[in-house]
């Protein structure tokens, strides 16, 4: 498993720095299939409305304490995006991962992931769902571990072959 070498011909090639825009994007593709975002943006409105009300309650009635707590919630629910994104990449910079030039193998038989730190071979039987964007692949390896796999990162094959050697080899593949 060597990336330094070059690729058989049909063997699909991913190239890609593991960074915040990958890493990010990841967690965005992940989220988007998730059964209980809508649930999640209708709970946000009905919390930030409820707040608002409240709000508007309090400086009627001239309680300053309630209005600085439910301005300061509601301060937080608007910025939980923005916090959630600064989490997330906060413990990706701890990973010794962080900024790895990867390059990333689909063979017929096994994936392959070569980089500086390590190499790891995968059979195609760890990858329990795939699910096929405009723009790439997403692999999972149970519930909520998951590869974005961006067709803009391809250094050899075919967006085609790779998205037919992925159909071929997982039992749940989608399109999206």
């Known amino acids: ?26 967690l965005a593709r ?32 001239g309680f300053s304490p309630a209005i600085l707590l439910f301005g300061g919630l509601l301060v937080l629910l608007l910025a939980s995006g923005k916090i959630d994104r600064w989490h997330s990449v906060r413990g990706l910079k701890r990973s010794p991962y962080y900024n790895e030039q990867l390059s990333l193998r689909l063979l017929e038989e096994r994936i392959e992931i070569t980089g500086s730190i390590a190499d790891v071979s995968e059979r195609w039987d760890a990858i329990t769902r795939a699910v096929h964007f405009p723009d790439g692949l997403l692999l999972y390896q149970g519930p909520g571990i998951a590869k974005w796999l961006p067709f803009s990162t391809l250094a050899s094959g075919s967006e085609e072959s790779a998205v037919r050697l992925v159909k071929s080899k997982v039992a749940r593949f989608e399109t999206k």
């Not at 060597?2 to 990841?26: A, K």
């Not at 992940?30 to 009905?46: E, F, G, H």
């Open 1 to 26: 498993m060597n990336s330094n070498t070059e690729p058989e011909p049909g063997v699909t090639v991913f190239e890609f720095v593991f960074g915040e825009e990958v890493f990010l994007e990841n």
């Open 30 to 61: 992940q989220r988007s299939l998730s059964k209980w975002r809508w649930l999640s943006i209708v709970t946000k409105l009905a919390v930030g409305i409820g707040l608002v009300l409240l709000i508007y309650r309090a400086i009627r009635d």
